[in-house]
Nanobody
């Protein structure tokens, strides 16, 4: 049973920093691309950053230069370092992982439960 558990969210002042973590556990044959998404009230879920199994990263324009995504393939964990946070970064942040469960299976996107990030004075 695959589980994704996020941590590291919280309340931070504008200009501050947070580091989110997402640990993947369970029976996994192959862990492919991973990523972070976010959803603010009354808005659709949007892509924040993605990272491949070889650590090639991409970012949304809104976070480029401020956020850094990374992963530890030994720990099956993806991170999101968020610097220079702005009020518009306030959202629930969700971890996503594209996972192959067995040698004969197709990949499937798994989601964490989300962690709240609030940027406010």
């Amino acid at each position: 049973q695959v589980q994704l558990v996020e941590s590291g969210g919280g309340l931070v002042q504008p200009g501050g920093s947070l580091r989110l973590s997402c640990a993947v556990s369970g029976s996994i044959f192959r862990l492919n691309d991973m990523g972070w998404y976010r959803q603010a009230p009354a808005k659709q879920r949007e892509l924040v950053a993605t990272i491949t199994s070889r650590a090639w990263a991409t970012y949304a324009d809104s976070v480029q230069g401020r956020f850094t995504i990374s992963r530890d393939n030994v720990k099956n964990t993806v991170y999101l370092q968020m610097n220079s946070l702005r009020p518009e970064d306030t959202a629930v942040y969700y971890c996503n992982a594209d996972i192959v469960r067995t040698w004969a299976s197709q990949s499937y996107g798994y989601w964490g439960q989300g962690t709240q990030v609030t940027v406010s004075s």
